[in-house]
């Protein structure tokens, strides 16, 4: 028993050598207070959490957090549910995360265990560069320690970037099997002034592979994991969500027309640099400012209950 939960210990989803989250063996799981529980207690303490509609009943944390970190919660949640809307989900798999206000080293980033169509601000946790839990819902869930080592990574490197999106869709793993990569064959594409790529190297788990995460992004804002999927960064959340929407949009498109076995035209070198200059956010717009308050009332429309 000892050495089946040390292995699970070793091998789980376990963000730094400091915390241990849900890990399971088939009748046990070591929780976050270091305590070894069963698997039907765990069971019991969720489904007392979980409200007759399907989502968490959860306390608000509104008037726990300061106004600018329950802001970027609000804005964090509603990104999740639209990523949901617009099918770029797998399962509880993949994450966003934003920089708090004020706290430069702890960032917010989704509960491994729950759909992006259920989160809200309050079920959100917080985290530092170095993966210990500052703050966290009462809930045994936990954070990924994939989503860890890649978020992480990047919000410790780009100081300008407060928010991360990474995605597995079936159009955005296609391209990044892909040796062409994202071919610059639609306006939307063109949008992206540098596409970065990084080599798969297994699931993102081990901490060495940080370095070589931020060295290949460097500057750019859309970097394809090979292999393996999108991942977008941008300065604010309605920004970092228009990004990962039109890579996903770029993505699409071009196997889509790759599928169509015919000659793909590809427009002048200069008249790509052109328009990618008209997309860059100095020159006309910070693109998916405009289109935040648009977005946040389709979701109103449909579910309110992200802002819980």
């Not at 990523?83 to 702890?106: K, Q, Y």
């Not at 309050?122 to 045994?140: E, M, Q, R, V």
């Not at 006309?284 to 979701?299: M, Q, S």
Request: net charge negative; with cysteine; glycine share 6%.
């Amino acid at each position: 028993m000892d050495a089946q939960l040390a292995n699970h210990y070793t091998h789980g989803f376990v963000i730094s050598d400091k915390i241990a989250l849900p890990l399971c063996s088939e009748k046990f799981f070591v929780n976050n207070d270091g305590g070894i529980y069963s698997k039907i207690e765990k069971e019991m303490s969720i489904q007392m959490n979980v409200k007759k509609n399907g989502f968490l009943d959860l306390p608000s944390l509104r008037d726990q957090v300061s106004s600018e970190e329950w802001k970027v919660r609000v804005d964090l949640a509603a990104c999740y549910r639209l990523v949901a809307l617009w099918d770029m989900v797998d399962m509880i798999a993949n994450h966003i995360s934003a920089r708090v206000p004020g706290e430069p080293d702890h960032f917010l980033i989704n509960a491994y265990g729950m759909l992006h169509e259920e989160i809200t601000a309050s079920s959100l946790i917080k985290i530092d560069l170095d993966g210990a839990i500052i703050s966290k819902p009462p809930f045994d869930y936990g954070v990924n320690r994939a989503g860890f080592v890649i978020h992480s990574a990047i919000h410790r490197e780009r100081h300008a970037v407060d928010c991360v999106i990474h995605t597995h869709t079936p159009a955005g793993m296609a391209v990044s099997a892909m040796k062409c990569g994202l071919m610059p064959m639609t306006q939307t594409a063109m949008r992206f002034a540098r596409v970065a790529y990084h080599d798969y190297e297994g699931v993102a788990i081990d901490l060495a592979e940080q370095e070589r995460l931020v060295a290949d992004l460097g500057d750019a804002d859309l970097m394809i994991l090979r292999n393996h999927g999108l991942l977008v960064v941008g300065p604010t959340i309605p920004q970092a969500f228009s990004n990962i929407y039109r890579a996903e949009l770029a993505c699409k498109a071009q196997i889509m027309a790759m599928g169509c076995n015919t000659e793909i035209i590809l427009p002048a070198p200069d008249v790509i640099a052109r328009t990618n200059h008209l997309y860059r956010p100095e020159v006309r717009r910070p693109f998916g400012i405009l289109e935040w308050p648009a977005l946040l009332r389709k979701l109103d429309r449909i579910d309110p209950s992200y802002q819980h």
